[in-house]
């Protein structure tokens, strides 16, 4: 069965720093990788999504993330954070199939933004 | 296009009553996911169509739990019977292949 581990909760940052949220994931075939982010009450905003080809892939709101197969990796990293990027982040994997039984995420890292 | 649409937003019912969610997909999308999430986790699938067929059921969508998605397009989840375990945010995405789900903002159900 698929699984993503988060290892850290709560990650503070001070604002202007750079950022690098952790992401492992376990997946017998080629995974499909994504990163949201949720906001307090909201719904989930997808970031970027890995599938095939460039294991460095760019997202919205100047974030990236990198695929690293050896590792089972998919860290998400941004140059300088802002204080709007304080929220909830959660890395999911899907099945290679085209996400016939949806995504299995991970439980989430919560991101404080020092001033 | 608005994105994914999920009435209510917010739902206080007392335990025993049923309650239903509306989500309305992106138009073009043919798959729709019904999630719940809890507080400190990550959403937990509960269940998926394409089109009007129901593909896919997790062990978490106890018999108390139906979901619809008449002529593929908008899907109601209902619950019966509520419990205070039922408490969580209910989440709905839609998607196409290969290209990762887009969630609405769910709907907030407190059992008391």
């Known amino acids: 069965a698929q699984s993503v581990t988060q290892p850290d909760i709560h990650i503070t940052v001070s604002e202007g720093a750079s950022l690098e949220l952790r992401c492992n994931y376990s997946y017998g075939a080629t995974p499909y990788l994504f990163w949201y982010v949720q906001s307090p009450g909201q719904g989930l905003q997808l970031l970027l999504k890995?599938?095939?080809?460039?294991?460095l892939v760019q997202g919205i709101k100047g974030f990236e993330a990198e695929f690293k197969r050896s590792q089972s990796s998919f860290n998400l990293r941004k140059p300088s954070v802002h204080w709007s990027d304080a929220a909830e982040y959660f890395c999911?994997?899907?099945?290679?199939?085209?996400?016939?039984?949806?995504?299995?995420f991970g439980k989430g890292t919560h991101l404080i933004i020092q001033p | 296009d608005t994105g994914v649409s999920q009435d209510p937003r917010h739902k206080i019912t007392k335990r025993g009553q049923n309650v239903t969610f509306r989500c309305d997909p992106i138009?073009?999308?043919?798959?729709l996911y019904w999630y719940r999430q809890t507080l400190g986790q990550g959403p937990e699938f509960l269940t998926y169509?394409?089109?009007?067929?129901?593909?896919?059921k997790s062990r978490l969508l106890s018999d108390r739990f139906s979901a619809e998605r008449p002529k593929g397009s908008f899907s109601t989840l209902e619950i019966q019977r509520t419990e205070q375990g039922d408490s969580a945010m209910y989440l709905c995405a839609s998607s196409i292949i290969r290209d990762g789900l887009f969630f609405g903002s769910g709907t907030q159900l407190s059992v008391l």
């Open positions: 169509f394409q089109n009007e067929a129901q593909l896919e």
């Open positions: 999911a994997v899907g099945n290679s199939g085209g996400g016939a039984d949806g995504l299995t």
């Open positions: 138009s073009e999308h043919n798959r």
């Open positions: 890995y599938f095939s080809g460039d294991t």
